[in-house]
């Protein structure tokens, strides 16, 4: 139950940075370029599908009656950390997901 919530958390982590980069004024922060509209655009939409996956690991965790308000919790932390880690290193902000391959094999070997 607890490798599920990690997952969460860190697909709502991954899901803000993907929002967040979307922006251009943000991938210019991180990048010192603005980006390419297509570029943009899939981060956008890669972002808002770490949030749906998010959500499912959340509601397959603690079922339609309690994993909403797990997501809702979730995505409170990732976005509270990005917020924290954006603007002092926003080169490292990105680093948090490579946290993400590393669950998903402690998961499957789970």
Avoid: D
């Amino acid at each position: 139950m607890m490798t599920m919530f990690i997952g969460a958390l860190l697909f709502a982590y991954a899901g803000m940075l993907g929002l967040c980069l979307g922006l251009e004024r943000h991938y210019k922060q991180v990048w010192g370029k603005p980006g390419p509209r297509g570029l943009l655009r899939l981060l956008r939409l890669s972002g808002w599908a770490a949030l749906v996956v998010s959500f499912w690991l959340c509601v397959a965790t603690w079922g339609w009656a309690m994993g909403p308000v797990g997501w809702f919790g979730a995505i409170s932390l990732g976005g509270a950390l990005l917020v924290m880690v954006l603007p002092y290193s926003p080169k490292s902000s990105l680093l948090i997901t490579a946290a993400l391959p590393m669950w998903g094999f402690y998961a499957w070997l789970a």
